[in-house]
Structures are given as structure tokens and as C-alpha cells.
């Protein structure tokens, strides 16, 4: 997960169409996602973004999809956050919850 000056960007894999919408956790250092929303008309690009930023406590506006808009593999950029700054706040809402599967 490279750091561009105040902006990090995270490298995710999306399973649209889940049940709920819930951050699984890191597989091979990729976040794998679920959302309930399915892959049309960009829904599920929607459902992340929301997802992603009540997670990381940031406005919908600081949370872009800069890569994959039409595929399950996309990178996403956090604006105003740095790269530490993003793993630890996965790290409390995921990890210390026992939430998240590994």
C-alpha cells in the first residue's frame, strides 16, 4: 500500500452481492471486502465507499476508486490519511473486534 504524499492508496478485493457488507480482512496484504450491493450501474463501487469510510472515520469525499471501477480488484485512495494512520485504524475496527476473519 504505497503513500502519495497525504493520500494512501489500498489495494482490495471486492465480492459484490454478499450478504452484508463487511471488511473481511488482509489476504496476502489485498483487503478483501464484501457488500451487499450488487455490481450494476456502479452500486457496489457505492456501497464500498461508504463502507470504507465510516470504517476509517473520513468523509465519503476523501475515499476515490483510482483503479478498477469495473473489475473485483481495485485500488482505492484515502485522502488526508497516511499509510500508518489507514493500518491502524483497520487494525482497531477489525482486528481488536475479533470481527474480521482471517
Known sequence: MPNLGNKATISLRVYPGANRS??????S?????NVSA?????KANRELITLLSQLLEVGKGSVSIIKGHTIRNKVVAIDGLSREEVMKRFSSKLFSSGDARK
Open 38 to 42: 450488487p455490481p450494476t450501474r456502479g
Open 29 to 33: 496484504g489485498v483487503l478483501q471486502v
Open 22 to 27: 463487511e471488511v473481511i480482512g488482509f489476504r
